[in-house]
């Protein structure tokens, strides 16, 4: 139902329940205000949105004030601008003159409404109020806390958004502060949000800490190259160096916020292991050298190995953070050689999954699903930004229902949460298949499937709601068996009129596959190009890819790459894959090319570099080129990156086409059980060891999130079954190598299951990210 008001003499209908807030954003007046955010829940505690309501006895707040037919508002008249101005002087008697210190001067809310409602002297005499600073942990600065004005917005978006009350408000009257409880870090991987809410300088961002002045930046767009998101960038650049990061809104994408890893990666944009001139490998020492020379090395070493073994014994791998344009002269390049070993999937070790894995609905609708079924999914160390859409589902009442190997805790309600060990999630989909058969009266899909009472919770609630999805993590694509769970979880998805997606591993993950970086022919893929014991390629072009940190087994990739008599690598630092590469080729960043991702509901977005390109570093696009001339291939006479863009889209065609439903994989046979007795690994690939910019960002790597990354954890069970007692390291063995780290008591994790990090430095000598492990107390 619709109410309509009279405000500033401008009549304005908005829905029934909306406060004068509201309707004054519908008109385009603005009422000056501190509290108020969009995203927030109503709190009503900075009185700055005081207005005149008619017949009111005295000034209401905006914010907080029901709209009721026929009510006149006025913003303007003396009575309300009387009452702003009195909080406002209110406001400033107890803030520091901090304006010619304050990273916030430029671009503060309080800065701002002062010059329009504050006095030019004040009346106050008195001694004013000091807070003291807290430290808040390496991404969020409250060192100068007097000058907050508790407006709590912090406090409410780690309620509400973030999902955790890292903040709150302690005493009362004029003894009020915001801090954390007992001294802790604010460590939610949202946390850098706080930082643009807070409407004055009390929370500024630690690392851009007095590095500039908000008035000497350019602002320029951009995209983040992380996670499969695409959240959208303002990226800030003074000097031709990139200071700050902000969330550019878009309410399809990322809304107006921002992971921290979007925000503070660009600290390793200038990281003193960026790659700023070719290098050659000559006598097992590195000597660095011109592109002429370094671009010719290549061709000829490619065009020799072709000869004397043929051109399939040429592969090449991409990272799935690589840009669409870079993708696809990859692709162009190796199979203009005539070899189809190509592969982005570096990380699945299943050859069997076939298929576009996306998200099989807009990003936007997650905040709106009734039912969800989240499969195999670290969420909210993989995708923040999607943990944050799903919690807001769940706060307005979706049922969300998690099978993983541990009870891992999203800060959200759950309706049910399954912890088994990673060879029993085929058998658990089976369950829930024949939960789903039996309710609808129907032959179960797979033999082996047992209709529980837990499977059957989350048959019915699949069979009800409206709006419901099945949600694939990352670990349901990089398992053993995925092919058969991606099968089953569609006929389930079929089954409940449930689209079935997939979040995605990178930024531009779903572009790869669009483009077809993947064998098309007889071609290999990554797993068995980098197999230990496999028909290993003669010669390696890799594109953005760290054989430590980017695939599923990095000791049998490491054993593959050192058979090989080239390996080729086109990265931004220098430090990438040293032990295993000949060539390196300084390529740019996201933030010094131009380029494209591709993101997981399938939207393009392209991005201009907004810095010059360090040193002697060239786009990867233009690299890429170069060879292809040098080699004498065709279709490599591109002119810009938006030649390249072109021709990529051209090659994917009709995007919504390309992503609409297709006939599910053949379904397994039966499900087993997995065995009781063996120890089971669960790689998770850590918040902050992802890909190769948010490795090297120093803010980053001081984070709670990315100490807990060195970190084993052994189920509660095993735990007191192998004796470990006191132990604080452990010795964890796989395929044939072992390592010794630190080490935990986990009562959330399935039993039988060791949650052993993948992608860090600490792991690398291990097997792949699933198999059996076997673990006892180190020495």
Known sequence: MAIEIELDGQKVEVPEGSMVMHAADKAGTYIPHFCYHKKLSIAANCRMCLVDVEKAPKPMPACATPVTQGMIVRTKSDKAIKAQQGVMEFLLINHPLDCPICDQGGECQLQDLAVGYGGSSSRYAEEKRVVFHKDLGPLVSAAEMTRCIHCTRCVRFGQEIAGVMELGMLHRGEHSEITTFVGQTVDSELSGNMIDLCPVGALTSKPFRYQARTWELSRRKSVSPHDSTGANLVVQVKGGRVMRVLPLENEDVNECWLADRDRFSYEALNAPERLTAPMIKQGGEWKTVDWTTALEFVANGLKQIAAEHGPQSIGAL???????????????????????????????????????????????????????????????????????????????????HSLHALHDDWLMPMASSQAVPPSGWLAVLADVAAAVAAERGTSAPVAGGEASDAARAVARSLLGGRRKAVLLGNAVLQHPQAAALVALARWIGEQCDAPVGAFGDAANAVGAQLLGVMPQRDGLAAAQMLAADGATPKAFVLLGVEPAFDVADPAAARSALQRAEMVVLLTPFADAALDVADVLLPVSPFSETAGSFVNAEGRVQSFHGVVKPLGETRPGWKVLRVLGNLLGLPGFAQESAEDVRAEALKRIGDIGQRLAPTAAPALPAAAQRPQAAALERIADVPLYQADALVRRSPPLQATADARSARVVRVAAADWDRLGLGAATRVRVGQGGASVVLPAVRDERLAAGVVRVPAATAETAQLGPMFGPVTVEAAA
């Open 318 to 400: 991409a990272s799935p953070h690589s840009t669409l344009e870079e993708l696809h002269l990859l692709a162009e390049f190796t199979r203009g050689l005539g070899s189809d070993n190509l592969d982005h999937r570096l990380r699945q070790s299943d050859p069997a999954l076939k298929g576009i894995q996306w998200l099989g609905q807009p990003i936007a609708a997650l905040s709106q699903l009734d039912r969800a079924f989240v499969i195999g999914s670290f969420l909210r160390k993989d995708h923040p930004l999607f943990a944050q859409r799903l919690r807001q589902a769940a706060r307005r009442g979706a049922q969300v």
